[in-house]
């Protein structure tokens, strides 16, 4: 365990950045305290404490303890920021076409195992469910769906998109059937975005 | 391990009827033959053998393999025929709500445990997987798309079909989101009703 003076005393002398160094501590020390505590348990605090580092680090190098969650234990290829950016930039008539698209391009990348490795962990730990629900729903569906500003309660519409979602990983890349597995990623935006154009800002009721 | 002349000398003995004891004979050597072989490797004359009844008997209790598979081993709250006969007797125009109300009212009946223990075992045996496959795809919602009649190949019609409710059964049973785990079924009819129309009978290109 490292403190960050002298980590930054290391970098002086010429060793490898302290920022490499506090990351890696960070996410050492994350996996340890997310287990011990649960998702809910854990803090950045105890994180931070763990690592030898300064709790702010936690939010420099991941955005807080949904990031540090999602990349360093689910190592997830995903940036909630970046996401939401890209989803709502653009015309609202066309969000759902820019969800799917995102969502494929995001878990095709590295032929859908991760997407996979998620569905096991999910089913098999609590603990990844819990930051699962708090990552999807709260940092990406649910500032989207206000975003796209249906009507009615924007908590049930991002759990529609978010069905839709899981379920077209699941075919593609945990169940893999024909021939949903091998499509091409514009066949399946064509056919998938009107669903979630609906749930985010048409008639559901 | 029972043999059928035994068995049906039993009952004129005034024990407990034939029936019961070659089905049940029959969910026990299914469970071993599915272990052992897997879905594909698996067939219908190998678990009649092992049970010691007529490989008959498994199209008169179980429909055939699937239906072994899929209510002795899966133990699944499901009957293919009786589904697609509910689906297909109607409207048209209104088989998106027939398909989303008889999927939610099949696996609400017992608080959704049954899907919760579907997924995780899909998720840690390829045996369940294939048979899932073959059960959900090949035996109902690919009869349903042909039923519904919509250009294009009817199997990816059937996938899309199938990641929807997959996804809505995730969020709603093993994920159990907020507001979807407790929404009422006509409500969660009422918003994903048009997308499993439209991908039976609608433009998905």
Known sequence: MMHPVTMRESKRRGRRPAGADTK???VAAAMEVFTEQGYEGATVRAIAKRA???PAMVNH???GKDGLFAKAVLQLPIDPEEIIAEVTGGDLDSVGERVVRRFLITWDSNGGG???ALVRSVASHEMALTGL???????????????????GDP?????LVASQLIGLGVIRYVAEFDPMATADIETIVAAVAPTIQRYLTGKIT
């Open 24 to 26: 890696s501590a960070l």
């Open 52 to 54: 030898g580092v300064d």
């Open 61 to 63: 190098w991941f955005g």
């Open 114 to 116: 991760q997407f996979a």
């Open 133 to 151: 629900r708090e990552l999807f729903i709260t940092k990406i569906f649910k500032p989207v769906t206000e975003y796209a500003g249906g009507d």
């Open 155 to 159: 908590m049930f519409r991002a759990n």
